[in-house]
């Protein structure tokens, strides 16, 4: 199957469900599983197919990408998102770009453990 936006949406999505529930394989039920995100933002300027470079959860802005099930969170077709990086430098919340991206990446890997 080809990794178009609903693929990935299914896919991140069923996968969090998994990791939630905290239980290994059927030949493994033990053994917790464990997952890594592999982009949690897109690359626009990533060359190729389009669909390189929309692998991640979130827009280059800190906008989502699209909706997995993170309670509090909204999908970028909403109005407004709560978690937009270029609303939280205008506002004047952030000191420093890199600071406000390694919290998002932290959240997010702390979310999957």
């Known amino acids: 199957a080809a990794a ?29 599983l464990k997952a890594y995100v592999f982009a949690v933002f897109n690359e626009d300027l990533k060359p190729g197919p389009a669909s390189e470079r929309n692998f991640g959860l979130f827009k280059p802005d800190g906008s989502i990408s699209y909706d997995i099930g993170f ?11 709560l978690l937009s990086l270029k609303d939280i430098q205008t506002r004047g ?21």
């Open 4 to 32: 178009t936006v609903n693929n990935a949406r299914t896919y991140n999505y069923n996968l969090r469900k998994r990791l939630a529930k905290r239980k290994g394989t059927p030949m493994r039920p033990k053994m917790v």
């Open 71 to 81: 309670a509090g969170l909204k999908s970028s077709s909403a109005a407004s998102s």
């Open 93 to 113: 919340w952030s000191g420093s770009y890199s600071l406000v991206l390694l919290t998002a990446c932290a959240s997010i890997l702390l979310l999957f453990l």
